[in-house]
């Protein structure tokens, strides 16, 4: 489990990067999660963790079956890496 954990975390942080990049557009939806762990080539649950620690440090907020939106930059977490 330490290497999934150490996975996720570095695609928490690339996807973070994206958000505060403007790759991915603030009150936009990210790729969905099948589709990151395709572009990643993890399984679906390495996301499905990357996804919840970007929503813990706010750069994303999920809608049940709708998908995971970028959070625009004044929600973001200024201690966050």
Known sequence: MG???????????????????????PS????SQSKMAEEFGVSVRTITLAIALLRERSYVW????????????????QDAN
């Not at 290497?3 to 557009?25: C, D, P």
């Not at 936009?28 to 790729?31: G, K, L, T, V």
């Open 3 to 25: 290497t999934a954990q150490r996975q996720h975390e570095k695609i928490a942080e690339i996807i973070r990067k994206r958000i505060t990049n403007g790759e991915l557009k």
């Open 28 to 31: 936009r939806r990210i790729p």
């Open 62 to 77: 999920t809608l049940p079956h709708k998908g995971s939106y970028a959070r625009p930059p004044e929600h973001w977490q």
